[in-house]
């Protein structure tokens, strides 16, 4: 039982490139989200999923796409890479539609934007 | 707007001296309040989750529980493999989304 595997750990992009930041969960679970960690501050939810075609926006989702054409996957996807993103990106899922439960999260990928 | 508020930012123990990590939180309506921990590197591990006041959850050395405005973990004679940052979060139950506000956390040093 793999959990939530994100790929890829590490990556460096240009300015104004684009990125699909790929996770995966073998666990059935409804609800998926991609969080963003910076020094200083909580995590923060960039965008969410509670089921197969079914996403929303969280805290901070510009610059951000996202879909769920299965359970199992939920990639995020940035459209033009700026130095602001610069960060770790989390994902998570759990069992519960209303995200009330325990998350699992994803190991991490660290994105850097030059 | 969803507030987190942890204390203190740091801790730095000796091995089997117990304390407690503070959670003070704002929301309209508490739909739950987790706890996770987090090693250098890696993503949050889950440890507890509480719904309502009163509610108390006990993990190994670890032990949660939950007021109206706060919530503690406390931790009980602790061990070098206990250092980490744990984060506190909370789910209102209101809102346009299903938001999970976290907060900076705690990062923990327990020294042999």
């Known amino acids: 039982n793999a959990g939530v595997t994100q790929t890829p750990k590490f990556q460096v992009l240009k300015t104004g490139q684009s990125m699909t930041l790929q996770c995966a969960q073998d666990?059935?679970?409804?609800?998926m989200s991609w969080y963003r960690q910076d020094p200083g501050m909580g995590l923060r939810l960039i965008h969410y999923s509670v089921g197969a075609g079914i996403t929303d926006q969280g805290e901070v989702p510009n610059g951000y796409n996202v879909s769920r054409s299965t359970t199992e996957d939920f990639p995020l996807r940035l459209l033009s890479a700026a130095p602001s993103q610069t960060s770790v990106y989390f994902c998570?899922?759990?069992?519960?539609?209303?995200?009330?439960?325990?998350?699992?999260f994803g190991q991490g990928t660290r994105l850097t934007v030059v | 707007e969803d507030q987190v508020t942890q204390s203190p930012e740091a801790l730095r123990l000796q091995e089997g001296e117990s304390s407690s990590l503070n959670c003070s939180y704002t929301v309209s309506g508490l739909r739950g309040l987790f706890w996770y921990r987090q090693d250098p590197g890696k993503g949050p591990e889950f440890l507890f989750t509480l719904y309502s006041a009163g509610e108390e959850k006990e993990k190994e050395r670890l032990k949660a529980t939950l007021t109206k405005k706060e919530s503690f973990l406390h931790i009980t004679a602790p061990k070098p493999e206990d250092s980490a940052t744990y984060l506190c979060a909370v789910q209102d139950n209101g809102g346009g989304y299903q938001k999970v506000t976290f907060g900076i956390g705690t990062k923990l040093q327990v020294i042999p």
């Open positions: 998570a899922s759990s069992y519960s539609r209303t995200g009330n439960t325990e998350a699992f």
């Open positions: 666990m059935n679970h409804e609800y």
